[in-house]
C-alpha cells in the first residue's frame, strides 16, 4: 500500500514539474520578441526520505546571463546613444553652413564680397555698384548670424535634454531600487526572481541609453551602478541627481553643475544621451560658436586695417581682443552687422570710414574714380597679405571662449576665404566623423545584440522541443497515476471480497 502511495506521490510531482516548467516555457515564447528578456528556466531537484525517492521539487527559476556579453553591449548601447545624440545636434548646423564650394557657404559669401569689389574697381563711381558691395556684405553678416544662432539655439536645445535626461536617470535609478528591494527580499526566501532580473535588465538598458555605466551584483542579490569615473548612482532613494535649467546666451561662460549630495559629478557623466548633451553644451558647441565669434572679429579688423569700418557689433564698433582674447567679442557671431553708416551712405566703400598709417580717405568732394581703397581691400583686405610683403596676423586658434580654455581645429593663418573654408570643412569633418562613428558603432551593437540573443535569449523551437519532451513526461506520469488508481481500486476490490 505504501508503494503505491509512494509511487502516486513521485507521479504527482511530476506532473506538478511538468505544468510549472510548461508555464515558464509559455512566458519564454510570449516574450521572444521582447527586447532583453532571457530565457527563464528551473531546475529540479530530487526528493527523498528515508533513502526512499519521494518525487521532484522544482527550483527557483533563473534567468539565463551572459555577464561579459551584456557588458559588452551595455557599453555599446552607450555610444550608439551619444554618437546618435551627437550627429543629430550638429547635422542642421553643417547644412546650414553649406559645402565648400557649393555657392552657399561662407567662403562664397567672401568670394561674392570679393567680386563686388574688383567690379567696383573698374567703375568707383558707379552708385548701384556701391550699392552691391553693401549687399554682398550684408548677405555675408547674414550667413554669420544664422550660424551664430543656430549654433547657440543648438546649446539651449542639448541645456534643455540635459535636465529632462537627470529626471529621467532619477526614474530609471528609482526603479533599479525598487527591484534591488524585491530582489533581495525574495533571494532570501528562496524564492524565484528571475521576472525581477529580466525587469531590472531593462531598467538598466535605459540608464545605458543615458549614460555609460558600470556593475556589480552583490552577495544578496542587490546591483549597484556606477559611472564609468567611478561615481555609484544612487538606487536607494536616499538622495537623487539634481541641475537645474539656464538659458544659455553665446558668451555663458558657465552652465548649470549636475550634482549629487551637492559635488559636482557633471565630468562623470560621459557617454549616452546625457554625456553626449553635456559634451555638446561645454565644449562642442562653445568651440563652435567660439570660432564663429573670431572669423567675426577677424573680418572686421582686417576690413578696418584698411580703412574702411565695413562689419561692427551691434554698438557700431570694431571688436578687440581682451582677457581672454575673446572677452569683448563672445557671441559677435549674433550680432555682427554692416556699419550703419556704410549702409546710408555706400560711397564710403569707395571713399573710407577712417585714416590708418598707409591709407587716407577719399574727402568729400574728392575724386569720382578714388580707387585707392577699394585696390587695397582686393588685395589686402581680402588677401593673405596685411600689406606688401607683411603675412596677414594670424587668427586666434587657441585661449578662445568665455574662460580661454577653447582651441579651434584648424590654423587661424592665411585670407579670410581660407579661415572661412578652414572652419567650414573642419566643422563639417566633425560631422562625417560622428556618423561614420555611429554607422560602425550600430553594427558592433547589432552584432552583440545577435550574440546576446543566442546566448541567452529565447529560441522558440528550442521551447517547443522542451514543450513536446515535457508532454511527453506529462503522459507518463498520468500513465503512472492511472495504473496506481486502477491498482488501487483491484487492491479495494480485493480487501472488500475477502
Do not use: C, W
Not at 535626461?165 to 533599479?176: D, F
Not at 552583490?218 to 541641475?243: F, H, W
Amino acid at each position: 500500500m505504501s508503494s503505491l502511495s509512494g509511487a502516486l506521490e513521485i507521479a504527482d510531482s511530476g506532473l506538478r514539474s511538468v505544468q510549472s516548467q510548461l508555464a515558464l516555457i509559455s512566458q519564454n515564447v510570449a516574450n521572444a520578441g521582447t527586447a532583453g528578456y532571457a530565457t527563464e528556466s528551473e531546475a529540479q531537484s530530487a526528493v527523498g526520505a528515508a533513502g526512499q525517492p519521494m518525487g521532484v521539487h522544482a527550483l527557483p527559476a533563473i534567468a539565463a546571463s551572459d555577464p561579459a556579453l551584456q557588458a559588452q553591449l551595455l557599453a555599446q548601447t552607450s555610444s550608439v546613444a551619444a554618437l546618435s545624440t551627437q550627429q543629430s545636434a550638429l547635422q542642421p548646423l553643417d547644412q546650414l553652413a553649406g559645402t565648400v564650394g557649393s555657392a552657399n557657404d561662407l567662403a562664397s559669401d567672401l568670394g561674392a564680397l570679393q567680386n563686388s569689389f574688383t567690379s567696383l574697381l573698374s567703375d568707383p563711381s558707379n552708385q548701384a555698384q556701391q550699392q552691391a558691395v553693401v549687399q554682398s556684405a550684408q548677405t555675408l553678416t547674414g550667413q554669420l548670424n544664422a550660424l551664430g544662432q543656430a549654433t547657440s539655439t543648438a546649446r539651449q536645445t542639448a541645456q534643455g535634454a540635459i535636465v529632462s535626461s537627470v529626471a529621467t536617470l532619477n526614474q530609471a535609478l528609482a526603479r533599479i531600487g525598487q527591484l534591488n528591494t524585491q530582489i533581495v527580499a525574495l533571494t532570501a526566501q528562496g524564492q524565484s526572481t528571475a521576472d525581477l532580473a529580466n525587469a531590472r535588465t531593462n531598467a538598466l538598458a535605459s540608464i545605458a541609453q543615458l549614460v555609460s555605466v558600470q556593475t556589480s551584483t552583490q552577495p544578496n542579490g542587490a546591483l549597484v551602478v556606477a559611472t564609468n569615473g567611478g561615481v555609484i548612482l544612487p538606487t536607494d532613494g536616499s538622495q537623487g541627481i539634481t541641475t537645474t535649467n539656464a538659458t544659455l546666451t553665446p558668451g555663458s561662460a558657465a552652465a548649470p553643475p549636475i550634482l549629487l549630495g551637492g559635488v559636482d559629478i557633471t565630468t562623470s557623466l560621459t557617454g549616452g544621451a546625457l554625456g553626449a548633451n553635456i559634451a555638446l553644451r561645454d565644449t562642442i558647441l562653445p568651440t563652435r560658436q567660439a570660432e564663429l565669434d573670431e572669423f567675426s572679429a577677424t573680418l572686421a579688423q582686417r576690413f578696418s586695417a584698411q580703412g574702411l569700418t565695413l562689419f561692427t557689433d551691434a554698438s557700431g564698433a570694431v571688436p578687440s581682443a581682451g582677457t581672454p582674447v575673446q572677452a569683448n567679442y563672445l557671441g559677435l557671431a549674433v550680432e555682427i552687422e554692416v556699419n550703419q553708416a556704410v549702409i546710408a551712405t555706400p560711397s564710403l566703400v569707395r571713399d573710407g570710414t577712417q585714416a590708418t598709417i598707409s591709407f587716407t580717405p577719399n574727402p568729400s568732394g574728392g575724386p569720382a574714380g578714388f580707387s585707392t581703397l577699394i585696390a587695397n581691400i582686393v588685395q589686402y583686405g581680402l588677401g593673405s597679405d596685411a600689406q606688401a610683403g607683411v603675412a596677414q596676423p594670424a587668427a586666434n586658434s587657441t585661449g578662445l571662449g568665455a574662460n580661454g580654455d577653447l582651441s579651434a581645429s584648424y590654423s587661424g593663418n592665411g585670407s579670410l576665404a581660407t579661415l572661412a573654408a578652414s572652419m567650414t570643412a573642419s566643422q563639417a569633418a566633425s560631422v562625417g566623423t560622428a556618423s561614420s562613428a555611429l554607422a560602425n558603432a550600430q553594427s558592433v551593437q547589432t552584432g552583440l545584440q545577435s550574440q546576446l540573443q543566442s546566448a541567452i535569449g529565447v529560441s522558440v523551437d528550442g521551447q517547443l522541443a522542451n514543450m513536446i519532451a515535457l508532454q511527453n513526461s506529462y503522459g507518463a506520469n498520468a500513465k503512472i497515476i492511472t495504473a496506481v488508481e486502477a491498482m488501487f481500486t483491484a487492491l479495494m476490490a480485493a480487501v472488500g471480497a475477502a
